[in-house]
């Protein structure tokens, strides 16, 4: 299984939701992300807060949607921030399609501690969701329960 983890910039939320769900996952899944206005380089807070976790940063960029052409995901997550007035990106195609809302922590401002603390929290968020989305009995779901699993651990 392929997911694709979808915000504008690419640069953080997708980027940690890219990082933390492989960490997480069995081999048989793999995780991606993309933007569809990629900053073109992973913030470095982003790149620090998965290493102070422990979580492989090797091989993150930041990206646009022709990064899985040839390989389309079967599950595609947004996870930009509707509440807050971010256009989300559209994926066309035949995946299921979910939405896992976060605040971008790189609008967090305030103290070093405070912004890290923000970032922290935004990790910690992204892997209850991941988490909650692998202990799902996958080969017992059709499509329909997969969905509606999908949307409520987005809305957790």
Same mark, same amino acid.
């Given at each position: 299984?392929?997911?694709?983890?979808?915000?504008?910039?690419?640069?953080?939320?997708?980027?940690?939701?890219?990082?933390?769900?492989?960490?997480?996952?069995?081999?048989?899944?793999?995780?991606?992300?993309?933007?569809?206005?990629?900053?073109? *380089?992973?913030?470095?807070?982003?790149?620090?807060?998965?290493? *102070?976790?422990?979580?492989?940063?090797?091989?993150?960029?930041?990206?646009?949607?022709?990064?899985?052409?040839?390989?389309?995901?079967?599950?595609?997550?947004?996870?930009?921030?509707?509440?807050?007035?971010?256009?989300?990106?559209?994926?066309?195609?035949?995946?299921?399609?979910?939405?896992?809302?976060?605040?971008?922590?790189?609008?967090?401002?305030?103290?070093?501690? *405070?912004?890290?603390?923000?970032?922290?929290?935004?990790?910690?968020?992204?892997?209850?969701?991941?988490?909650?989305?692998?202990?799902?009995?996958?080969?017992?779901?059709?499509?329909?329960?997969?969905?509606?699993?999908?949307?409520?651990?987005?809305?957790?």
């Amino acid at each position: 299984m392929k997911v694709l983890f979808m915000c504008t910039a690419n640069s953080c939320r997708s980027i940690l939701s890219e990082a933390l769900f492989n960490h997480l996952a069995p081999s048989e899944h793999q995780a991606v992300s993309s933007g569809s206005f990629p900053r073109g *380089e992973v913030l470095p807070r982003t790149l620090v807060t998965l290493r *102070e976790a422990g979580i492989a940063t090797e091989g993150l960029s930041s990206k646009g949607n022709d990064a899985f052409v040839d390989c389309p995901p079967d599950i595609v997550i947004t996870v930009c921030d509707k509440a807050a007035g971010e256009a989300c990106p559209v994926y066309f195609g035949p995946a299921l399609k979910a939405h896992w809302g976060l605040a971008d922590p790189s609008d967090a401002s305030g103290s070093e501690a *405070e912004i890290s603390a923000a970032f922290h929290a935004t990790l910690a968020k992204i892997e209850a969701r991941c988490r909650a989305f692998l202990a799902l009995p996958l080969a017992d779901m059709n499509r329909n329960e997969l969905q509606q699993a999908l949307n409520e651990i987005g809305q957790a």
